[in-house]
């Protein structure tokens, strides 16, 4: 079993930025892929970002490149999200995901925290 534990959301004002925090425990933490997820109300869980076990490769989805930015560091059990140039349309839950395998998909995660709210005001 992996735990996860989102940290760093809260409400911002449109343009303002924001980092989460991911703190894992349970299992080795560079066993897994991670990733960033969102959804915000009355639609999908969508991928934001996802972050290979030693992080050489990373993935953004379209909506936040350039704007955001996935790491991890491996030695304190914790991946980050920093968002930058933050939008009203980013307001949502976040989640943090781990996958034994590397994915991008909802279906491809094993394990999920139980998420932090971020609010973007205009």
């Known amino acids: 079993q992996v735990q996860l534990v989102e940290s760093g959301g809260g409400l911002v004002h449109a343009g303002g930025s924001l980092r989460l925090s991911c703190a894992a425990s349970?299992?080795?933490?560079?066993?897994?892929?991670m990733a960033w997820f969102r959804q915000a109300p009355g639609k999908e869980r969508d991928v934001v970002a996802t972050?290979?076990?030693?992080?050489?490769?990373?993935y953004y989805a379209d909506s936040v490149k350039g704007r955001f930015t996935i790491s991890r560091d491996n030695a304190k059990n914790t991946v980050y999200l920093q968002m930058n140039s933050l939008k009203p349309e980013d307001t949502a839950v976040y989640y943090c995901?781990?996958?034994?395998?590397?994915?991008?998909?909802?279906?491809?995660?094993?394990?999920w925290g139980k998420g932090t709210l971020v609010t973007v005001s205009l």
């Open positions: 972050i290979s076990r030693q992080s050489s490769a990373t």
């Open positions: 995901a781990a996958s034994t395998r590397y994915s991008i998909l909802v279906r491809g995660m094993d394990y």
């Open positions: 349970g299992r080795t933490f560079n066993n897994y892929a």
